[in-house]
């Protein structure tokens, strides 16, 4: 994203209280972690909350952030990683109590997106269709296990090399590598699935 | 997934160089044996294309854009200010502005955007109704209070007279006159005996006595008898002096002798 040295004044600075150096890191930053946490958690409001608590904990641990050990944004990311593993610990049970009430979606015989999808007899807008795609494939990616979503939320949504992404994730670059190929089939299993029942 | 060797490479080795394959990253003899596997194995094969097909769905993905509050909230929740509109304050130009504005700002609209506030007026009035209550049940009335003299005799001769009111009422409660009482009883048993009439006597000859009486006799002194009011009298004196058929009862008149200077 920057340049470590860049990065590294903007972080001393921040240290030293520099209000300035810190809302630049906030700008630089925000839009990043939004939006691995709102690919992560599946709603904005969620994205939100949890970006503002990545922020919190990065303003308050600022000064363990060491260099020489990696890029910052592998910093951050590990934190947003941390957090979001919380919250999807926090929110089991919610998911469970939810789901009780609902199809049982990861089954091969599930529907779990058909009601989601629009009905494709009407000729839809190029730029609305191209919404509706985005639409389907979030809800997808909602579909995969966190430790899967995470791989490929960093991998193909982040561009973040193997060797970042095992840092953050504290896994081998094999298990990361591994991750990301089954997220991605498991994804196009889930909207195969899918499209096939609506076509 | 299954440890199966097809065309020399196992799937455990595909499926590491599948990300690399993917990426486009892989070439040469490994990209050869990783496109023959694909093509044998019945498990890789469907595994390169829905991993393909993956990659392609997620590319479609693009960036959301955050709401516009997220920064000023995260700002304010670590710094505990809006530093961007703080600094776009700063930035702009400060008129100058005189000491009463700025008491102005920063204390009387303050204050004042407070007591415009529906609550503190409700409470204003609750408390104004309750002292109001209050004044009148302890007998306050508003003309008096108006007709109250600031002069400082006045105020004097208030608080004595106060004071005189808050003694005589608190002497006047029973609890306390019988507390006295009370106390005035144990004081008394507690105290040694008096003397008696005998010690009495014995001050008789006392000469410390003597200038008393003397003084005494000047204040005593009529135009016709001269009576010692302090000269103790003999048990035979009181015998005569009560006895009925006595018609020599002595009259006994005081005259005080003032001096004017």
Redesign the interface.
């Given at each position: 994203m920057e340049d470590v040295q860049v990065v590294a004044m903007l972080v001393r600075r921040c240290i030293a209280g520099d209000?300035?150096a810190?809302?630049e890191i906030?700008?630089g930053y925000?839009?990043r972690i939004?939006?691995i946490c709102?690919?992560f958690a599946g709603s904005?409001d969620d994205a939100?909350d949890l970006?503002?608590e990545v922020?919190?904990k990065m303003?308050r641990t600022l000064s363990s952030y060491d260099p020489s050990k990696g890029a910052f944004v592998t910093w951050v990311t590990t934190i947003t990683r941390n957090l979001l593993v919380d919250h999807f610990r926090k929110t089991k049970q919610d998911r469970m109590t939810d789901s009780m009430d609902t199809t049982a979606s990861d089954h091969e015989d599930a529907q779990p997106l058909s009601e989601q999808i629009p009905d494709q007899s009407a000729p839809p807008d190029a730029q609305v269709r191209?919404r509706e795609?985005?639409e389907t494939?979030?809800q997808?990616?909602g579909k995969l296990s966190p430790e899967l979503r995470e791989a490929?939320i960093l991998r193909?949504?982040q561009d973040m090399d193997?060797k970042e992404i095992a840092t953050a994730l504290r896994v081998p670059e094999?298990t990361v590598?591994?991750r990301?190929?089954r997220?991605?089939?498991?994804?196009?299993?889930l909207?195969?699935r899918t499209y096939r029942q609506v076509m | 997934m299954p440890d199966r060797t097809s065309n020399g490479m196992q799937c455990n080795e595909f499926d590491l160089l599948l990300s690399d394959a993917l990426d486009g990253v892989l070439s040469g003899s490994g990209l050869d044996r990783f496109q023959a596997h694909a093509r044998t194995c019945k498990t890789c094969g469907p595994l390169l294309e829905e991993a393909e097909a993956g990659r392609q769905w997620l590319k479609g993905l693009t960036e959301v854009e955050p709401p516009a509050s997220l920064v000023p909230n995260i700002l304010a929740s670590t710094t505990g200010v809006d530093t961007q509109r703080l600094r776009t304050t700063v930035r702009a130009p400060q008129p100058r502005v005189s000491w009463w504005e700025h008491v102005q700002a920063s204390f009387l609209e303050p204050t004042w955007a407070l007591v415009r506030q529906p609550r503190f007026a409700m409470s204003f009035g609750m408390a104004f109704f309750a002292l109001s209550v209050s004044l009148t049940m302890a007998g306050v009335n508003i003309h008096d209070v108006m007709s109250i003299s600031l002069r400082p005799s006045a105020i004097r001769h208030a608080y004595y007279s106060t004071q005189a009111k808050v003694v005589r009422y608190v002497d006047n409660v029973r609890a306390v006159y019988t507390m006295q009482a009370a106390l005035r009883e144990i004081k008394r048993n507690m105290s040694p005996a008096e003397p008696g009439p005998a010690k009495q006597k014995e001050h008789k000859n006392d000469t410390t006595q003597q200038p008393e009486q003397k003084q005494e006799r000047n204040y005593s002194q009529t135009g016709e008898k001269l009576i010692l009011a302090g000269t103790p009298v003999g048990p035979s004196d009181f015998d005569r002096i009560l006895d009925p058929s006595n018609p020599d009862l002595p009259v006994v008149s005081v005259t005080t002798d003032r001096r004017f200077v």
């Open positions: 209000a300035a810190w809302e906030v700008q925000n839009r939004y939006n709102y690919r904005s939100q970006t503002q922020f919190i303003y191209q795609v985005s494939v979030h997808a990616l490929v193909d949504l193997y094999g590598k591994s990301i190929n997220g991605r089939a498991e994804l196009a299993r909207l195969q | -």
